[in-house]
């Protein structure tokens, strides 16, 4: 593995306003719309972003080059996030950075117990919290020199990129009879939507979660959840 970070570079000195100049953050995530608001995020923070939708995806990446920090989903299509941020915890060198993202209220304590420095709760849309977040946990020679400019600003994704969510969960809810698609879409769904404040949505990816995990019928939470996302799609709308 090529552990530089060519995006680090000496010359690229952190300021006020562009706190993380000079870091390349890999974002594992599935979600288009999630992963365009760290898009964003690191945009304006004058990062660097590269991303990676599943675990293998993650580790070609890694493979290749060693990132400045590393944002990971811990629900994702092949795997569990967790599993990843273990593997980079007890890595050497280390990735100076490795935080965990979810909406679930029991992902932090999983994200924390695998070896995540830190957490980012969904929807991740605040630039001051973002920044934060990496920034206390950097060493002093890559923090901005002086005061840093505080900021409440939050981002907003495109439109089109929920859109895609909503295509790429189409197909997996293409059939109802796979228990494991049903179960990656609610927990896909469910985050997407809140993200979103597609509220509806997010109810019926609840309801679903909910039937799989009591054992109760899942035919019609599951044909209601599709139904839903059919709609989304075709009114060409993201909520």
């Given at each position: 593995m090529d552990d530089s970070d060519?995006?680090?570079?000496?010359?690229?000195?952190?300021?006020?306003?562009r706190p993380l100049l000079g870091l390349t953050i890999l974002v594992v995530e599935d979600s288009r719309f999630a992963c365009e608001a760290m898009r964003l995020l690191c945009l304006r923070s004058?990062?660097?972003?590269r991303r990676a939708d599943c675990l293998t995806s993650?580790?070609?990446?890694?493979?290749?080059?060693?990132?400045?920090?590393?944002?990971?989903d811990m629900g994702l299509p092949?795997?569990?996030?967790?599993?990843?941020i273990e593997e980079l915890a007890h890595t050497s060198p280390r990735i100076g950075v490795i935080l965990g993202t979810s909406g679930d209220d029991f992902a932090e304590e999983t994200a924390l117990s695998a070896g995540a420095d830190g957490f980012l709760a969904k929807p991740v849309s605040s630039l001051g919290a973002f920044q934060r977040a990496i920034l206390s946990l950097l060493p002093g020679d890559r923090q901005p020199l002086g005061p840093r400019l505080l900021t409440d600003e939050h981002v907003h994704p495109d439109p089109i990129a929920y859109q895609?969510?909503?295509a790429h969960a189409a197909d997996v809810l293409c059939d109802l009879n796979d228990t494991r698609g049903l179960d990656y879409a609610a927990q896909f769904l469910g985050g997407v939507a809140r993200s979103a404040k597609d509220?509806?949505?997010?109810s019926a990816a609840e309801?679903?979660?909910?039937?799989?995990a009591s054992g109760a019928p899942v035919t019609n939470d599951a044909a209601r959840?599709?139904?839903?996302?059919?709609?989304?799609?075709?009114?060409q709308l993201a909520i």
């Open positions: 060519p995006f680090a570079a000496p010359h690229r000195i952190p300021s006020s306003t004058g990062a660097r972003i993650a580790r070609r990446h890694l493979q290749i080059y060693r990132p400045s920090a590393i944002i990971v092949d795997g569990s996030g967790a599993d990843l895609d969510d909503m509220h509806v949505l997010a309801g679903l979660a909910r039937a799989r959840l599709a139904g839903l996302v059919q709609e989304r799609l075709e009114r």
